[in-house]
């Protein structure tokens, strides 16, 4: 009964959707502000609806309903209830229901807090984001149902894929969807833009918001994703460059220039068919990794069951909507007013360049994903692209990106100089260079690369940090006078601060881990003694333990310092019952410093087991420093400025000029009906 | 601003063309997994092992210059697909008339002796490859793996998987092919 009532949710969900995606186009086209009016209702009963059938899935994984196939193919009642409940969208169907859930509480969300967008603006970016929400509906209710029944219901489920029946693999894919799904909503004002045919420093407010906060999961997905692929994979790394890796990292990439152009939009009114552009792709890039998941075009770890049909439904899908923004940017934005001007050398100018430099990388990314598939089709010539292509191309186009972070934020708007810039970042510079020569004679005096990415890592944050205490004039002025910059600083600028610093530890935490890492695998008996980075680690033994689903093999590691006990290891691996399948269980022993990593691999009491040991420096400053970036990010979406309600388009008589003429809209003033 | 409007167009040109190579690669009804092989359509590399069965002369290249199609499966006593391939093996040597030879990979010769005395030998002619040297010549990347040779001693097809009734399709019309222009 719940699964049907979760069916006809969704099925009424779908005609909802296709109203809203019609009906408010007309209203705004026309100017009918009844028919724009049924944007909000039918936005919040979409968001209802699918809702609704969400739970109703839920439940039926809950209670372990095995009449429902979707359940049986993937859950088994002898589960815990966390990972019932992440199993829900462990799989194709399920993880589609998450991803129209999430799309309609955005929507959802654009209707109760958009209140102050002219209603045409709003009635049109509600309908674009049902238009897309028609989509993956239809492609829900045709291709992928997640409520189709089984009869006779097998007595128990299938189960989920064990590696994925981990904490940080539940939180994972909402995390990530949050930020695919966000750009929708960019996506939606970047079209209702073209469509209304301005593109003002307002509607640069009004979309910054939403980036950010896409932006912000995003960041965490991915910072989540990677770090479960650092100890459950127990490969030692943190980053493969695997496709859907990839396919995660080219929305963020061009999302981050996304951010920075909007504030040239925001603040000179300059940038903006650009600022439309990128909108466009962040939400389609978004698309593209959807795309590429589940049509199997690709190999990847990240295996959903593929189908051609489902592969299809999405590239026609994709066509018409990324096709359709394209062509719509084609034919209006050429129409859009150019506003402020500037030099080469000016914060302006420096975000274009950061602009470019973030593009680029994403294409390299692109090429590096899809070159195997257009070599296969043209030539028939097998290849994989893996981190050499990588590491030859992604890190080189970071250099510059880096070295010009820091300083951006010195120059000023319109026009500026280099050098008065670059004095006040001798410090900074400095600090890099000694860093840099300091590691690279005293770890390895090969490794020059990894010690010049190190002074960049270094550069990132002293020159951060350097550009916020000037802003404040910490130690330059007196104590009340840096209180009072410090009350009257915007947070979006200490969110700034936060995130190009936490760039920096992410940096630095990455070249230490991939280049300075010791690494050990041997054969343990118990008793058996190795010395390693510096510990003796000593095999003391290995149990049998039970498990809610698996049956696992422990190892206790002990690790002495010079004869005083350290610590103690225990790596599992872990026999899951239902499937039969293996999976290890890392133990990793952190000082936020360095991560002391142990893996247990096969063995017996005769042949001793396999033991892999990594010692990674400043491995989780990675993970603690994407966190961060993330949280300077949420720190700026606080901004007041950003806050719901405040940006407001200009008014009075000045209203009646030409949009793209206003600058920023400014708080106060009663609001403009504008239609 | 004087801008060109086919700028403008250049996304949307990028697209189409991602969009074309995606919907080729679906219709083609490619497989990303396959790693290919680059021995299709050139000479078969050298055979050369010693025989399996006692007395008998080692594997050479004569046995792939016959006039005739043959498959040369790479097999062990030890590889579970390998036996669940057997009985389509056998069906093939006996009911089609198909000439197969088979290479034990590294795999013990008596284990692989047993293992064929166990299942049934459906091999014309049957070596050993114990340290996987000749393996590499011929690019292997594990077993079973299965070649198909025409009458010229040319590679037609390589399969890297067991072979299964759904590949029949593809081999029979290749061996039958062969074997008219042959005799």
């Keep these: 009964m719940i699964p049907e009532l979760g069916h006809f949710a969704l099925i009424l969900a779908f005609a909802v959707a296709i109203v809203q995606g019609t009906v408010p186009l007309l209203g705004a086209a026309r100017g009918d502000l009844r028919l724009m009016a049924l944007a909000r209702t039918a936005a919040l009963t979409q968001a209802f609806l699918i809702a609704l059938a969400f739970v109703a899935l839920t439940e039926a994984y809950v209670t372990s309903d095995f009449s429902v196939a979707n359940v049986v193919a993937n859950s088994h009642s002898a589960k815990p209830l966390l990972y019932k409940i992440s199993g829900v969208w462990g799989n194709h169907e399920g993880s589609m229901m998450l991803w129209v859930l999430i799309l309609s509480v955005f929507g959802a969300a654009v209707a109760i807090f958009g209140a102050n967008l002219p209603d045409t603006l709003r009635s049109r970016v509600l309908s674009v984001q049902a238009l897309i929400g028609v989509g993956f509906l239809a492609f829900i209710l045709f291709t992928s149902n997640p409520f189709l029944r089984l009869s006779p219901a097998p007595p128990d489920g299938n189960g989920l894929n064990p590696v994925l029946q981990d904490p940080g693999l539940a939180f994972h894919p909402p995390l990530l969807y949050l930020g695919y799904v966000g750009f929708s909503v960019t996506y939606s004002f970047a079209i209702a833009a073209l469509l209304e045919g301005r593109v003002d420093a307002a509607w640069a407010r009004w979309v910054r918001p939403w980036t950010l906060a896409a932006w912000c999961f995003l960041t965490l997905g991915i910072t989540l994703g990677s770090w479960w692929s650092y100890y459950i994979l127990g490969w030692g790394g943190f980053w493969f460059w695997d496709p859907v890796e990839n396919a995660s990292l080219m929305p963020w990439l061009v999302g981050t220039a996304l951010l920075h152009s909007a504030i040239v939009v925001e603040k000179r009114d300059a940038l903006k068919s650009w600022t439309v552009l990128l909108a466009i792709l962040a939400f389609s890039l978004s698309l593209l990794g959807t795309f590429l998941v589940r049509s199997g075009v690709l190999t990847s770890v990240h295996a959903f069951a593929n189908d051609p049909a489902r592969g299809l439904f999405i590239l026609a899908f994709l066509v018409v909507v990324i096709g359709g923004g394209l062509a719509l940017y084609a034919w209006r934005a050429p129409s859009l007013q150019p506003g402020g001007l500037f030099q080469p050398i000016s914060r302006e100018g420096a975000l274009v360049l950061n602009n470019l430099l973030l593009c680029t990388l994403a294409a390299t990314v692109l090429l590096g994903t899809l070159y195997p598939l257009f070599l296969d089709l043209v030539s028939g010539d097998k290849v994989s692209v893996g981190p050499p292509f990588f590491n030859a191309t992604f890190v080189p186009i970071c250099a510059p990106l880096f070295a010009a972070l820091c300083a951006a934020p010195f120059l000023g708007w319109k026009r500026a100089e280099v050098w008065p810039a670059l004095v006040r970042l001798r410090a900074a510079f400095a600090v890099a260079v000694v860093g840099a020569i300091a590691t690279g004679y005293l770890i390895d005096h090969r490794a020059t690369l990894a010690a010049a990415a190190f002074g960049f890592g270094l550069w990132l944050i002293v020159g951060s940090l350097l550009e916020c205490a000037e802003r404040l004039k910490l130690f330059a002025a007196p104590w009340a006078e840096t209180k009072r910059r410090l009350r009257a600083t915007p947070r979006a600028s200490f969110g700034m601060t936060i995130a190009h610093t936490a760039l920096g530890f992410v940096v630095l935490g990455a070249v230490a881990t991939a280049a300075w890492n010791t690494e050990l695998i041997r054969t343990f008996k118990i008793g058996d003694t190795a010395a390693f980075a510096g510990w003796q680690i000593t095999l003391a033994k290995v149990e049998p333990v039970a498990g809610p689903n698996y049956e696992a093999e422990r190892a206790t590691l002990v690790v002495t310092d010079a004869g005083t006990p350290y610590t103690t290891l225990t790596p599992e691996r872990r026999l899951f019952l239902v499937q039969r399948r293996e999976v290890s269980e890392t133990s990793i022993h952190t000082n936020l410093l360095r991560d002391l990593y142990a893996t247990l691999g096969e063995g017996d009491a005769q042949k001793g087991w396999t033991v892999r040991l990594y010692y990674n420096p400043l491995a989780p400053w990675i993970w603690l420093g994407a966190a961060l970036c993330a949280l300077g990010g949420f720190v700026s979406l606080s901004d007041r400025r950003l806050r719901v309600g405040a940006p407001k388009r200009l008014l009075g008589p000045r209203a009646s000029r030409p949009a793209h003429s206003l600058r920023e809209g400014g708080p106060g003033g009663p609001r403009s009906q504008k239609t | ?183």
């Design chain 2, 1 to 183: 601003m004087k801008t060109n409007r086919l700028l403008f167009l250049l996304p949307l040109l990028m697209l189409a063309i991602l969009a074309g190579f995606f919907g080729w690669s679906l219709l083609a009804g490619r497989d990303p997994q396959s790693i290919g092989s680059p021995l299709v359509g050139r000479a078969a590399p050298h055979l050369a092992a010693p025989s399996l069965r006692e007395g008998q002369p080692p594997l050479d290249d004569a046995l792939l210059h016959t006039g005739k199609p043959v498959l040369v499966n790479f097999f062990a006593s030890w590889c579970a697909p390998c036996l669940a391939e057997h009985p389509l093996m056998s069906r093939l040597a006996q009911r089609e008339g198909v000439t197969i030879i088979g290479v034990a990979w590294k795999n013990k010769p008596d284990e692989a002796r047993a293992w064929l005395a166990r299942l049934g030998d459906p091999f014309k002619a049957v070596g050993y490859d114990l340290e996987g040297r000749m393996a590499l010549d011929w690019g292997l990347s594990g077993v079973p793996e299965t070649f198909l040779i025409d009458g010229q001693g040319i590679v037609r097809l390589h399969v890297r998987a067991p072979i299964g009734e759904q590949d029949l399709d593809r081999l029979l019309p290749l061996l039958k092919a062969g074997l008219g222009s042959g005799s």
